[in-house]
């Protein structure tokens, strides 16, 4: 099976993939929940959110596109976008004002969400309140470039925990987030470059947007799932991650939240809402 990564060819095989551990069986122990965190450099948990909560909210999201004027394409679980539509995430579009939303923040309450939080990082915990929907189909071969989160963060990066939402089912071949194995151990200055391979040599934050080449110069493997609504991820802010193209007819939604500890210093850029042309 060939797959893509923002247009480019990723062969599907031992060379370049491996599958990502689940990690559910840990989660009635917090101590070996943290220390396969800290192995690791992120964590696969299934089924941990409720499926038709996930499911619902995607309904709600793809509710606010006017498909009447989109040829019904802004429907879940077909192509497309939503006609003549702002670009996603900025104002004017439905995924700015979703992520304002009650339905929304009410989601992102969860205290399932927090009570994962607080094992890991062994502290009361906030949720920033920057909260991403991103949104992919196969329309256009675009996906998130090899990167770490720290790059993203100013202040007390090493303290933050993303945790990866799909809303609704993501297999393979719709366009998951694929982690690189070990990533977190190693040395920033591996990936300077990558970095001057980049398709974005303007922003230094994206490592690359070619995987195969990342794979083959730090000689590692991605490691992917067959992610279902329900499933979530966490990972380190040092885990390199990134995702594949979407394939098939289902748009791929999914949400980005973080946490730190309570108290500590927060990266002023990530305690207002999300704006897809805020620039960070």
């Known amino acids: 099976m060939e797959l893509t990564s923002n247009g480019l060819s990723l062969p599907f095989d031992e060379r370049y993939f491996a599958p990502l551990r689940d ?7 917090s101590g070996a929940l943290r220390q396969r965190y800290h192995e690791e450099g992120q964590l696969y948990l299934r089924q941990v959110l409720n499926r038709e909560a996930v499911l619902e909210l995607r309904r709600a999201y793809f509710a606010l596109f006017d498909t009447s004027a989109s040829g019904g394409r802004g429907k879940a679980g077909t192509t497309g976008g939503a006609g003549a539509l702002p670009a996603h995430g900025v104002p004017g579009h439905p995924a700015h004002a979703f992520v304002r939303s009650e339905t929304f923040a009410r989601f992102m309450d969860q205290p399932t969400l927090y009570r994962l939080a607080e094992a890991l990082l062994e502290s009361p915990v906030e949720q920033l309140p920057r909260w991403i929907l991103r949104h992919f189909s196969a329309d256009a071969p675009r996906a998130s470039r090899a990167h770490i989160d720290a ?5 007390n ?11 609704g089912d993501c297999p393979l071949t719709t366009g998951g987030l694929v982690y690189l194995d070990g990533s977190h151990r190693l040395e920033p200055e591996r990936f300077s470059a990558l970095r001057k391979a980049s398709d974005r040599p303007h922003d230094e934050r ?9 794979a083959r110069k730090l000689e590692r493997r991605w490691l992917w799932a ?5 499933d979530i991820t966490i990972h380190s802010p040092r885990t390199v991650h990134a995702s594949l193209d979407t394939l098939t007819k289902m748009n791929r939604v999914s949400i980005d939240t973080r946490f730190v500890r309570r108290g500590e210093p927060i990266d002023p850029r990530w305690t207002r809402a999300w704006s897809a042309d805020d620039g960070n």
Do not use: R
């Open 23 to 29: 990690s559910s069986e840990l989660l009635g122990s």
């Open 151 to 155: 790059d993203y963060f100013n202040e």
């Open 157 to 167: 990066s090493d303290h933050v925990l993303t945790f990866w939402i799909p809303l």
């Open 206 to 214: 994206p490592i690359c947007h070619d995987l195969g080449l990342v």
């Open 226 to 230: 067959d992610y279902a609504a329900g």
